[in-house]
């Protein structure tokens, strides 16, 4: 960051340049994103489950924007309808792993050295699998589904949380501030949930901003390989899936629901990082 534009974050303004136009086209998405989750009707122009033969595998057009499926299909509807799923799933599956996190974090840093000592070990052990990969073993122990896949990719989170919102409790744990509330006598139950927590909440806004790009990711990845959602459902790792066949022939099928995946990712990123630049943050 140059010095101008750490002037501006301390000021309180955004700096100028390339980091304001991309916050800004991000925010942008990001609203286009929500209006399709609640508003999908309005924001599709047609029926995502229409089936019509005759428009098989046609190209991109004004008729249809992203082209059609092997049914006929407008890809563009659902890929707007698949919005919601995909959504929902990143969104539970960084709530998962930032609870477990948390509760994992809680246990390190207050319950004394046996379970500080059983959970670092315990998450160092869960580091040496890829997350993506420990996604995989839970779900062939519970069975491949939408459901599953989300449980899966929260549960193969929770670690990296973990470790992160351990450092931020041990930090406030020893801050002046917790050592005068000591001094007064107040109960643990208490400086935990007035001092610490607050304290230590504050940045999981930012940290689960920056989670839900790659819970979206490894949800479409699980339902590429037919272990998430299934087709016909609209979500975009479906859509992959089901388009790979055709991808010779009728690129459409794959280029944009992946398209979606990336620009949310990015979006959901580029957003986090704003919120770490207001926060005062580096």
Same mark, same amino acid.
């Given at each position: ?105 809680? #246990? ?36 491949? !589904? ?7 990719? !929260? ?25 005068? =509330? ?19 909440l504050a940045p999981l806004l930012v940290l689960a901003t920056l989670g839900i790009g790659q819970a979206i990711v490894w949800a479409s990845a699980l339902s590429f390989l037919g272990l998430g959602a299934l087709p016909p459902? =609209? ?27 990336? #620009? ?19």
């Amino acid at each position: 960051m140059s010095e101008l534009e750490l002037r501006s974050v301390v000021a309180g303004r955004a700096p100028r340049g390339r980091i304001r136009i991309g916050t800004l086209l991000a925010g942008l998405f990001a609203l286009y994103l929500l209006a399709a989750c609640l508003f999908p009707d309005a924001v599709a122009t047609a029926d995502p489950n229409q089936i019509s033969p005759k428009e098989a595998f046609s190209g991109p057009s004004l008729a249809h924007w992203f082209g059609t499926d092997e049914s006929g299909r407008d890809v563009y509807s659902r890929v707007v309808f698949g919005t919601a799923n995909s959504l929902l799933i990143g969104l539970t599956a960084t709530a998962i792993g930032l609870l477990l996190g948390l509760i994992l974090a809680v #246990l390190a840093a207050f319950g004394g050295r046996f379970f500080d000592f059983t959970v670092n070990r315990t998450v160092e052990v869960l580091f040496a699998f890829p997350g993506l990969l420990l996604a995989l073993l839970v779900i062939v122990i519970a069975g491949p !589904g939408p459901v599953t896949a989300t449980l899966a990719v !929260g549960l193969s989170t929770a670690p990296g949380y973990a470790r992160i919102i351990r450092g931020q409790l041990v930090g406030i744990r020893s801050s002046g501030y917790v050592e005068s =509330a000591r001094v007064l006598g107040h109960p643990p139950t208490r400086i935990l949930g007035r001092h610490i927590l607050p304290n230590a909440l504050a940045p999981l806004l930012v940290l689960a901003t920056l989670g839900i790009g790659q819970a979206i990711v490894w949800a479409s990845a699980l339902s590429f390989l037919g272990l998430g959602a299934l087709p016909p459902t =609209a979500e975009w790792g479906a859509m992959l899936s089901a388009g790979r066949t055709y991808i010779g022939t009728a690129w459409w099928l794959t280029v944009f629901p992946g398209l979606m995946i990336v #620009l949310t990712t990015i979006a959901s990123t580029v957003l986090g990082r704003a919120l770490t630049r207001i926060g005062g943050r580096p």
